[in-house]
């Protein structure tokens, strides 16, 4: 069983920034890949961005060029530097792993508000 401990969200100000870590623990097998995913109020959870254990990334069209996804494999460890903040970016955000044997791991959440 992985645990997913998530950290660093808040209130912030338009154009502000912050960031958000996550740390995985207790998995047997090797993470592939760790991601991070947001569900505002009334929509569905949606991904932000994603990164492999290679160092790959991929993102959602609505952060590229204002969120930086980052991974330090040997301590199972994503961040998500978050810059230019804007209110549509108000959700709670899910970190989320996927491990080399198929099984998927969610966090509990951190809410991110972003005030206009």
């Known amino acids: 069983q992985v645990q997913l401990v998530e950290s660093g969200g808040g209130l912030v100000q338009a154009g502000g920034s912050l960031r958000l870590s996550c740390a995985a623990s207790?998995?047997?097998?090797?993470?592939?890949?760790m991601g991070w995913y947001r569900q505002a109020p009334g929509k569905q959870r949606e991904l932000v961005a994603t990164?492999?254990?290679?160092?790959?990334?991929n993102y959602a069209d609505s952060v590229k060029g204002r969120f930086t996804i980052s991974r330090d494999s040997a301590k199972n460890t994503a961040l998500l530097q978050m810059n230019s903040l804007l209110p549509e970016d108000t959700a709670v955000y899910y970190c989320?792993?996927?491990?080399?044997?198929?099984?998927?791991?969610w966090g509990q959440g951190t809410q991110v508000t972003v005030s206009s």
């Open positions: 990164i492999t254990s290679g160092g790959r990334t």
């Open positions: 989320n792993a996927y491990t080399a044997v198929g099984r998927s791991y």
């Open positions: 207790g998995s047997r097998f090797s993470i592939n890949v």
